[in-house]
C-alpha cells in the first residue's frame, strides 16, 4: 500500500495495473487507486499480464524478498523501467544477472 500512496502523490502519473495472487490485497489496491485517480486500475494475479502490456512503462515491485531479482528480470526484459524495494537481490550472482 505504501506504493501505491506514493505514486498516487506523483503528478502525471497513473496506476494501470495492481497485480497481486491474494485477491483481498488486490481489490484493497484498487479500492485505494480509485479513490485518489479517475480511471480504475486493472487488476491481475499474474504479472507477465502487466509486463504484455505496451503501454506500461515502468513497473513497481513490492513483494516477497525472493521475487525480487526474478521479476525485476522479467520486467527489464519486457523494456519496462523498474522500481524495487530493498534487498533488490538475496545473492550476488542474482546481481549480476540482473546487471
Known amino acids: 500500500m ?9 503528478p502525471n ?3 494501470a495495473y ?7 490485497a488486490l481489490e484493497k489496491g484498487i479500492a485505494a487507486v480509485v479513490k485518489k485517480q479517475e480511471r480504475k486500475p ?3 494475479q499474474d ?5 504484455d502490456d505496451p503501454a506500461v512503462d515502468a513497473v513497481s515491485i513490492a513483494t ?3 521475487w525480487h531479482a526474478l521479476m525485476t ?16 537481490t538475496l545473492f550476488v550472482r542474482e546481481g549480476r544477472w540482473m546487471g
Open 47 to 51: 504479472l507477465r499480464r502487466v509486463l
Open 13 to 15: 502519473v497513473e496506476i
Open 42 to 44: 486493472r487488476g491481475v
Open 64 to 66: 516477497p524478498d525472493h
Open 73 to 88: 528480470m522479467m520486467a527489464c526484459a519486457a523494456g519496462k523501467d523498474v522500481y524495487v524495494e530493498k534487498p533488490m
Open 2 to 10: 505504501d506504493h501505491i500512496a506514493g505514486y498516487l502523490a506523483l
Open 18 to 24: 495492481i497485480c497481486d495472487v491474494d485477491q483481498r
